[in-house]
């Protein structure tokens, strides 16, 4: 069972950056599907952007297209989301995990989440 650790959130004004990182502890994630999520106050929790094991393929929700950026470094056991032009409405807690491919359905278990705050 994959055990997931997320890093990199933080306090960001509109418009600025940030870079979150995705590793896992116990077992390495290179042979999955990788996907990060988010989950803002009262809301549901929903899909940022998936990248296929081999890091050829990847896709993002609409929301956050031409935005962000997925990518992975399998020999750093490493999936990473670059976030740029970040919104007020990007707050939330994100979350990686094994997902399916290409329906980029998350399965498996979850780690803390890392808190993104975008406010001025």
């Known amino acids: 069972q994959l055990q997931f650790v997320e890093s990199g959130g933080g306090l960001v004004q509109p418009g600025g950056s940030l870079r979150l990182s995705c590793t896992t502890s116990?077992?390495?994630?290179?042979?999955?599907?990788i996907g990060w999520f988010r989950q803002a106050p009262g809301k549901e929790r929903e899909r940022v952007s998936c990248?296929?094991?081999?890091?050829?393929?990847?896709s993002y929700a609409d929301s956050v297209k031409g935005r962000f950026t997925i990518s992975r470094d399998n020999t750093k056991n490493t999936v990473v989301l670059e976030m740029n032009g970040l919104k007020p409405e990007d707050t939330a807690v994100y979350y990686c995990?094994?997902?399916?491919?290409?329906?980029?359905?998350?399965?498996?278990?979850w780690g803390q989440g890392t808190q993104v705050t975008v406010s001025s």
């Open positions: 990248i296929h094991a081999g890091g050829s393929s990847t």
């Open positions: 116990g077992s390495t994630l290179n042979y999955y599907p």
């Open positions: 995990a094994r997902t399916t491919w290409p329906r980029c359905a998350s399965f498996g278990s």
